[in-house]
């Protein structure tokens, strides 16, 4: 009886058909980017009975509740498909040139959806190198709950996925082949972070960490229909929220103070280029200051927190893949 070992595992993505359902894994797998870690989180929510006359102390019988999936992944991206994924709407007007914008409740990704998040298949394989012996789930119906970028000092920008999905399959044949993508991954020195006000515009080159979070809020729809898993899953309220920490300067830490106490609003652009990988812009609109802290310690660099919420955010990306929602309906 052999065992299953990490460097065998793989995480791949499919595209799903033009309306929301249990998800596919037919047509090319797609390269998510260099996974580092993923999670599946299954619940079968199972209600126990207890009731006046039994015999016993004990539970006296179970219900089979609602099937909920979720999961969670890490990853080095070397595209942006996934945040395209988390904003909601890709327009491609020339190859290579991915545009994400916001959508709302009534906006549909395409003709015949009922969403409006782009929805699409996990395939999460444990490879023994038998078929038949093979570890592999399929997660169908996913979309991007929580999508959260980190930069630090002297790392490789990595990407959190948090997800909700459908359902959930388990086979053992063979492991689906993903053709990997060879750009070098994004690092800390390839992005800068912009401030434009009505008194100040300039760089934070002074950042030594920061994380971008968006919330889509899914809501899942468990209904009485006859069925144990979700019929759909609603965004609701979105939420954006840009951590940064900075090692203070006699320019920027005023400015991003006064602009805390004021409670006047800015923008806030990001640009990432990496030489191979292409690059993201993100531009965040409508920003306000909602939490600060500036310690004064005995010794070394002072360091401001600063955790800034901004209305809107919309970016593109410039790369040489021609589609990144390359979904055919």
């Known amino acids: 009886m052999g065992k299953y070992l990490g460097d065998q595992n793989q995480l791949g993505f499919f595209y799903e058909p033009n309306t929301y359902g249990t998800g596919s894994n037919v047509g090319t797998p797609q390269w998510i980017g260099l996974v580092q870690e993923h999670t599946v989180s299954e619940s079968t929510n199972v209600i126990p009975i ?10 006296d019988a179970f219900a089979d509740g609602a099937l909920d999936y979720e999961g969670a992944f890490t990853y080095f991206p070397q595209d942006w498909k996934m945040l395209g994924f988390a ?5 491609e007007t020339s190859t290579g040139s991915h545009f ?3 959508t709302n409740s009534d906006d549909l990704m395409y ?20 078929v ?4 592999i789930r ?3 119906g996913c979309m991007i709950n929580t999508y959260t970028i980190n930069w630090a000092q002297g790392e490789i920008t990595s990407c959190d996925v948090d997800y909700i999905a459908q ?4 086979g053992s044949g063979a492991v689906i082949t993903v053709t990997p993508t060879t750009t070098a991954p994004f690092m800390w020195n390839d992005t800068i972070f912009y401030m434009s006000g009505a008194d100040y515009a300039g760089s934070f080159d002074n950042v030594t960490s920061a994380t971008f979070t968006l919330n889509n809020n899914l809501e899942r729809g468990h209904y009485v229909n006859g069925s144990r898993m979700i019929k759909e899953l609603s965004p609701l309220n979105r939420d954006y929220e840009l951590s940064l920490t900075l090692n203070m300067d006699s320019v920027n830490a005023k400015y991003l103070y006064q602009h805390y106490i004021s409670g006047t609003a800015f923008n ?18 409508g920003c306000k200051v909602t939490e600060m802290e500036v310690p004064s310690p005995m010794e070394g660099l002072t360091e401001q927190t600063a955790t800034i919420v901004p209305q809107h955010v919309n970016g593109v990306a410039y790369d040489a893949i021609a589609k990144h929602y390359a979904h055919v309906y």
């Open 50 to 59: 207890r009731y006046q006359g039994s015999t016993d102390r004990n539970v």
């Open 87 to 91: 904003i909601g709407s890709i327009s």
């Open 100 to 102: 994400y914008t916001e």
């Open 111 to 130: 003709a015949g959806s009922t969403s409006s998040l782009v929805s699409f298949t996990l395939e999460d394989s444990k490879n023994y190198g038998t």
């Open 132 to 135: 038949g012996s093979n570890f």
């Open 138 to 140: 399929t997660i169908g």
């Open 167 to 170: 359902a959930g399959s388990l």
């Open 268 to 285: 806030v652009a990001s640009q990432s280029i990496g030489a191979a990988a292409g690059s993201l812009y993100l531009w965040m609109s």
